[in-house]
T-cell receptor, first 114, second 112 residues
Framework: DTGVSQDPRHKITKRGQNVTFRCDPI?????LYWYRQTLGQGPEFLTY????????KSRLLSDRFSAERPKGSFSTLEIQRTEQGDSAMYLC????????????FGSGTQLSVL | KQEVTQIPAALSVPEGENLVLNCSFT??????LQWFRQDPGKGLTSLLL?????REQTSGRLNASLDKSSGRSTLYIAASQPGDSATYLC???????????FGSGTQLTVLP
């Protein structure tokens, strides 16, 4: 499979728990993005990596959120002390360095916080 | 701040109709514009990408146009089919911001 892979597909957790999502981008892509999408809305930008460097973070990314891309390949997004408002689809995307703006999206991780 | 608006929010048409989905954006200094398709509970599939220097792109029954100066794009779907039922999202890429800004989407239902 040469697409963007996200794991898990679904996550149900209780309020206050920590959760971690993983994204494996297309192997030649050095740019990786995280987006969050709530029901009936378009995806909202969370953060962006170029190789292992996190170059941009949205104000949506509160202190409870942290993203890493330690070796410039896969990325993880961790949410600490989850709240019901964190319930959303978390989407990962990647792109070529020379084709900025042509993003390829994964199938997402659907998070439900009870 | 770039804002993207899609009208209508929902659309229901009988099979075989041609239809147009609209997208508008407030800042015309875009790098490119993409149309995506999203099925319920799934990720996004890129349909068409129009560079800022282009006026339109075509793929099969889909045609997307871009009028950067007026901040508008349309997605034309010819001879719609029930399998076209999905949410269609418009997104603009600002090179300076290095991110896509999305509209809220148009939920399309094609009735058999």
């Amino acid at each position: 499979d040469t697409g963007v892979s996200q794991d898990p597909r679904h996550k149900i957790t209780k309020r206050g728990q920590n959760v971690t999502f993983r994204c494996d981008p297309i192997s030649e892509h050095n740019r990786l993005y995280w987006y969050r999408q709530t029901l009936g809305q378009g995806p909202e930008f969370l953060t962006y990596f170029q190789n292992e460097a996190q170059l941009e973070k949205s104000r949506l990314l509160s202190d409870r959120f942290s993203a890493e891309r330690p070796k410039g390949s896969f990325s993880t997004l961790e949410i600490q002390r989850t709240e019901q408002g964190d319930s959303a689809m978390y989407l990962c995307a990647s792109s070529f360095p020379d084709r900025a703006g042509k993003l390829f999206f994964g199938s997402g991780t659907q998070l439900s916080v009870l | 701040k770039q804002e993207v608006t899609q009208i209508p929010a929902a659309l229901s048409v009988p099979e075989g109709e041609n239809l147009v989905l609209n997208c508008s954006f407030t800042d015309s200094a875009i790098y490119n514009l993409q149309w995506f398709r999203q099925d319920p509970g799934k990720g996004l599939t890129s349909l068409l990408l129009i560079q800022s220097s282009q006026r339109e792109q075509t793929s099969g029954r889909l045609n997307a146009s871009l009028d950067k100066s007026s901040g508008r794009s349309t997605l034309y779907i010819a001879a719609s089919q029930p399998g076209d039922s999905a949410t269609y999202l418009c997104a603009v890429f600002m090179g300076s911001a290095r991110q896509l800004t999305f509209g809220s989407g148009t939920q399309l239902t094609v009735l058999p």
